[in-house]
């Protein structure tokens, strides 16, 4: 399949650039990396092995990009509002979308600018960062676990999950998208905002009990917000992710290094989308809220 990069940072540059290291055909959207990645490539620093690409199909504006089998949405959500006028020149009907961002609601929302295109979610199990113009540094992890929207984009999906092994990235199949994107905020929801407010990053929150208890009761709440959206997780999922964490390299998560660059947190699909969701079902969710709002006052002094 022929795949089209939207957003060349430490998601697109990482997972775009393994792919097209296996020879598969990937043409990277960059902005502020445009002319950077034109003449000297993509460096990829990665704890698998470091590679440099050369040679990087990369593009500036969508519309001067040719046709392709499936855009990768890897933007931050700060910029979905823009989204439908960035790849309307890419999609088609049948074209596969991968929303590769952290949140809710994303995937429903696309559909509708998009109705005939294959909308996939793609949550991604990653520490990467981008550290320069055209470089990423990947620290840890870095597998995919894939959703359709509509199960009859099922097949594609599969074929999708092939190209990315050839690629050596591990990816796997989820049924229920709605499930797979509560089980993603497990983690999301807790440990990106408070590396904000408290200022820390994942090893400095493991080692301190007052910030993990705090995880704790915030990663209870997101279980009662997914079990009253009708997705039961594994009732020892928020053991599982603090175990996980704590064994992870000390990592900085994307809104901190937003929150340290003062650009635009995401707060909407990753907070406010998840609360509205349990409040449809009756639940509130107070303590993400309280998280939610510090965020939000954080963001408003940028």
């Known amino acids: 399949m022929k795949y089209t990069v939207i957003g060349t940072g ?22 502020s990396d445009y002319e950077h990645i034109k003449q000297k490539g993509l460096q990829i620093d990665s704890v698998y092995g470091d590679f440099h690409l050369n040679n990087v199909n990369v593009f500036s ?29 890419l999609v088609k009907a049948g074209t596969a ?5 952290n949140g809710l609601g994303m995937e429903e929302e696309i559909q509708k600018d998009f109705p005939d295109a294959a909308v996939i979610g793609g949550m991604c199990f990653i520490c990467s960062q981008k550290r320069g113009h055209g470089h990423i540094v990947h620290m840890d992890e870095g597998s995919v676990n894939f959703s359709p929207l509509n199960e009859k984009h099922s097949v594609l999906m599969k074929n999708i999950i092939d190209d990315f092994e050839k690629a050596e990235i591990k990816a796997s199949y989820t049924e229920n998208l709605k499930s ?27 080692n301190s009990e007052y910030a993990t208890s ?15 959206c009708g997705c039961t997780l594994h009732p020892d999922s928020p053991e599982r992710i603090l175990k996980f964490t704590r064994k992870m390299v000390p990592y900085d998560p994307s809104m ?27 639940v509130k969710l107070p303590l993400i809220k ?5 965020l939000s006052f954080i963001n408003s002094r940028f």
């Open 61 to 89: 504006s969508a519309g001067e990009m040719p046709e392709t089998d499936a855009v990768i949405i890897s933007l931050k959500t700060t910029s979905n509002r823009e989204l439908k006028n960035i790849i309307s020149p």
């Open 290 to 294: 309280m998280l939610a709002d510090q």
């Open 10 to 31: 430490a998601i697109g540059g990482y997972y775009g650039g393994k792919l097209a290291r296996a020879g598969l055909e990937v043409n990277f959207l960059a902005r």
């Open 180 to 206: 797979a994107r509560w089980g993603k905020l497990l983690w999301n929801i807790p440990f990106n905002g408070l590396s904000v407010v408290l200022n820390a990053n994942t090893s400095e929150i493991m």
């Open 256 to 282: 901190k290094l937003d929150f340290d660059s003062r650009r635009e947190l995401e707060i909407e699909y990753i907070y406010r989308n998840p609360i509205k969701e349990a409040e449809k079902h009756g």
């Open 214 to 228: 705090i995880a704790r009761m915030i990663l209870e709440e997101v279980m009662e917000g997914a079990e009253a």
């Open 97 to 101: 979308i991968l929303v590769l961002q």
